[in-house]
């Protein structure tokens, strides 16, 4: 007996395709419903940190990469930029600071 193999389709075949077919079009619907996901740029909420107008001898160290000792003996023997001293701690205006990197600027002689 011969098997006739002609274009019919198995049924149970169309079912599951047709299930297919209307799960990728709700997935299509529901994907065209939902917002679009768009990037935003978050401003800082806290300000940022004004400049320093106050540096420690450590922070003045750094600064200009020598030691702090350098720094005390400067002041004691009347050297440096002028200084507070507040409670027993050496502050350095940063006004002060910069009119003596100003004043130690050395300008080329042709």
């Excluded at 419903?33 to 935003?40: A, C, Q, S, V």
């Excluded at 409670?87 to 050395?106: F, H, M, P, S, T």
Aim: contains cysteine; proline residues 6%; glycine residues 6%.
């Amino acid at each position: 007996m011969a098997t006739n193999y002609t274009s019919s389709s198995n049924p149970r075949t169309e079912k599951m395709g047709d299930g297919l077919d209307a799960l990728s079009s709700g997935i299509a619907k529901t994907a065209a419903n939902e917002p679009k996901f768009e990037p935003k740029l978050l401003a800082p909420e806290v300000p940022a940190e004004p400049a320093r107008q106050l540096l420690t001898e450590i922070m003045l160290a750094d600064r200009w990469v020598c030691s702090v000792a350098r720094l005390q003996r400067w002041r004691t023997v009347g050297e440096g930029p002028k200084y507070l001293k507040i409670g027993g701690k050496v502050l350095y205006r940063l006004k002060d600071i910069e009119a003596y990197e100003e004043a130690c600027l050395v300008r080329k002689v042709l």
